[in-house]
C-alpha cells in the first residue's frame, strides 16, 4: 500500500498537515510497544496531544471518528481505538502540492505507458481503451493536492494476445494495469472502470486507442 501524501498548502481537520503528523506521533508514543488492533486513547489525551481544549476536542474526536481514525469503544466512552487510518496520517508524507505543469507532464508518461501496455502486455487479458484526468485536474487551479485519472479497460483483441502461455486474469491484469500507473507519481490517483461515462463529470480524454480496423 502506497503511503498516503498529505500537502502542505491544504487543511486537514483543520490543522497544518505538519502540526497534524507531529500530533499523531504524541499519540503514538503513549501507546509505543502496543500491536496496532489494540492500541487506544483516552480523549483527554488526545485533547492534550493535539493542543485543544474541551469544545474543539469534542470536534476533533467526532472528525477523526466520522473519518475512520478513531473507533469509540462502547463499554468506555472516553476511550477511542486507534485504526489503521490513524496510522496512516501518523506516517504520511507531506510534499509540495503539485504544480498543473508538472500534472500535464505525467499525463504525457500516463499516455506514452498506455501505449506500452496495449502493445507488449500480450500476457495481459485487458487493453486500456482511454485515459481522463477528472476531478481537481479539471479545476482552475496552479497547483493541485492530487491528480485522478480514470483508465478505461477492454478486453485484449486477439492479436494483441499472447499465443502461447498462460494469460493472467482480469482482476490480476486490472490491478497491473493501476500499480503500473501510480508507480509514475504518488500524485496520481487511479480509477479503473469498462466504460468512459462511469467516470465522474467532468473528465477529459488525454489518450484513446486507435479503433480496430478489420
Known amino acids: 500500500m502506497k503511503p498516503l501524501t498529505l500537502v502542505t498548502h491544504r487543511k486537514y481537520f483543520g490543522m497544518d498537515p505538519l502540526y497534524l503528523r507531529a500530533a499523531t506521533d504524541r499519540v503514538l508514543a503513549r501507546v509505543a510497544g502496543l500491536p ?6 483516552n480523549a483527554r489525551c488526545l485533547r492534550k496531544d493535539f493542543g485543544t481544549d474541551t469544545v474543539m476536542g469534542q470536534k476533533l474526536v467526532a ?28 506516517y504520511a508524507r507531506v510534499v509540495e502540492p503539485l504544480p498543473r505543469s508538472r500534472a500535464k507532464a505525467l499525463l504525457g508518461k500516463a499516455c506514452d505507458l498506455a501505449i ?5 502486455w500480450s500476457r495481459n487479458p485487458l487493453e486500456i481503451e482511454a485515459l481522463a484526468p477528472f476531478g481537481h485536474y479539471m ?22 494476445r499472447a499465443r502461447w502461455g498462460r494469460l493472467a486474469t482480469k482482476s490480476q491484469g ?12 504518488s500524485f ?20 484513446q486507442q486507435d479503433p480496430v480496423v478489420g
Open 116 to 120: 506500452r501496455i496495449n502493445a507488449e
Open 36 to 41: 496496532p488492533g489494540r492500541a487506544q486513547i
Open 174 to 185: 486490472a490491478a497491473e494495469i493501476r500499480a503500473a500507473f501510480c508507480d509514475l507519481s
Open 63 to 90: 472528525g477523526f471518528v466520522a473519518e475512520g481514525l478513531l473507533e469509540p469503544r462502547t463499554d468506555a466512552p472516553e476511550d477511542y481505538r486507534l485504526t489503521e487510518r490513524f496510522y496512516e496520517f501518523a
Open 139 to 160: 479545476s482552475r487551479d496552479h497547483h493541485l493536492d492530487e491528480l485522478p485519472l480514470g483508465i478505461v479497460v477492454c478486453a485484449r483483441t486477439p492479436s494483441h
Open 188 to 207: 496520481i490517483k487511479v480509477r479503473t472502470v469498462n466504460d468512459l461515462q462511469m467516470l465522474p463529470r467532468p473528465f477529459a480524454v488525454v489518450f
